[in-house]
């Protein structure tokens, strides 16, 4: 069954640094990964979808990059701001299929400072 | 695109009572939903998958009776939370699976449960 986990868990920082946030799943066989924004109270917001045959997908000052062989993939966030707090979720498919339910890590909890 | 509704945003009742929740997709539809519940300072757990027309398949440890789910049609499926109790308190969201492109899950804005 896929397990996904997220490290670090919280994570704080000063305005403008880079930084990289961690998920690594068990079923490496998966269609295609999710990474997400939560703000606290709210719904989720999605960030970028990489597919399996992908390697990486960029937005903004967001990268991800996936490494099936490894069961591993980063969030990227360069130029950290203020507004980029919030907790980053990072979501596989339970199954090998394309489009089964998604499994969420713990997520990464990112305090950005001012 | 791929646009999904939930109502309601937020919702408080009394033990013991039943609460409706409605997760829609507005412009695809879906054969496929999930529902997930998250406590506080915890990450998504996923409760059931939602078959359009068929049974819902409970994941291990969620009550099939006590959380009803009905997929009528392709753009429509609810969670009633039956005989709610302060432990069912909650933050409960739906995901709907696209059928064509790419095969990415959308979800609702979710809905807060507060059972007093």
């Known amino acids: 069954k896929q397990e996904v986990t997220q490290i670090p868990a919280a994570l704080s920082v000063p305005e403008g640094e880079n930084l990289v946030l961690n998920c690594s799943f068990t079923?490496?066989?998966?269609?295609?990964l999710q990474w997400f924004r939560q703000d606290p109270g709210k719904g989720l917001t999605s960030l970028l979808l990489?597919?399996?045959?992908?390697r990486e997908q960029t937005s903004g000052r967001l990268n991800a990059s996936l490494d099936k062989s490894s069961g591993r993939s980063t969030l990227y966030i360069a130029a950290s701001q203020p507004g980029d707090s919030a907790t980053y979720l990072c979501a596989a498919p339970s199954e090998g299929q394309a489009g089964t339910a998604l499994i969420f890590g713990k997520g990464t909890t990112l305090s950005v400072s001012s | 695109g791929a646009v999904v509704s939930q109502h309601p945003s937020r919702v408080i009742c009394k033990s013991g009572t039943s609460v409706k929740i409605e997760c829609r997709s507005l412009d695809f539809q879906a054969t496929t939903m999930f529902w997930y519940r998250q406590f506080p300072k915890q990450s998504l757990m996923l409760m059931a998958t939602?078959?359009?027309?068929?049974?819902?398949?409970?994941e291990q440890g969620v009550e099939k009776d006590k959380f009803l789910i009905n997929h009528a049609s392709l753009t429509l499926s609810t969670l009633t939370v039956t005989s709610a109790h302060p432990e069912d308190s909650s933050f409960y969201i739906c995901?709907?699976?696209?059928?064509?492109?790419?095969?990415?899950?959308?979800f609702g804005n979710g809905t807060r449960l507060t059972v007093t």
């Open positions: 079923d490496s066989a998966i269609y295609n």
């Open positions: 939602s078959n359009e027309g068929s049974k819902a398949t409970y």
């Open positions: 995901s709907a699976r696209t059928s064509q492109g790419v095969l990415a899950l959308h």
């Open positions: 990489i597919q399996s045959s992908q």
